[in-house]
């Protein structure tokens, strides 16, 4: 199952490089990712395929590990408000986002993760 990894980090040059190879030379495949700096600081979120494998591995050369969680994998149409509508399924189930991902688009449709609240909720919609 893919998992989101979120790590707080000093804004410097390399620290996306370090990242990348530590994870691959431990076997972890980014599947996706997200990454912003602002004031010297950044944010990562990281998208694996063994969540519990990179946090450790991060973890033991010092980068902050914000949080770990798995998340839903969903594809929709690749149509103008095909996103509005199935987000407004989840918020009718309970379901909050605390981030959302284009993975590929092609051949007419669309394939996003989310970062949710209730998995399990959100896998029924």
């Known amino acids: 199952m893919l998992e989101e990894i979120v790590l707080t980090v000093e804004d410097r040059p390399g620290v996306l490089a370090e990242i990348g190879e530590l994870l691959g030379s431990s076997g972890v495949n980014i599947e996706t990712l997200s990454a912003s700096a602002f004031e010297g600081r950044g944010i990562i979120h990281l998208i694996v395929d063994d969540g519990e494998d990179a946090g450790e591995v991060l973890a033991s050369k010092g980068f902050r590990v914000e ?12 149509r103008p408000g095909e996103l509005g509508r199935y987000c407004k399924r989840l918020a009718a189930e309970g ?6 991902y284009v993975v590929k688009r092609g051949d007419g449709e669309t394939e996003l993760l989310f970062a949710v609240d209730d998995l399990e909720a959100a896998a029924g919609v």
């Not at 969680?69 to 149409?77: A, N, Q």
């Not at 379901?95 to 959302?100: G, K, P």
């Open 95 to 100: 379901v909050q986002i605390s981030a959302a």
């Open 67 to 78: 949080s770990a969680r798995p998340v839903l994998t969903t594809t929709l149409d690749d």
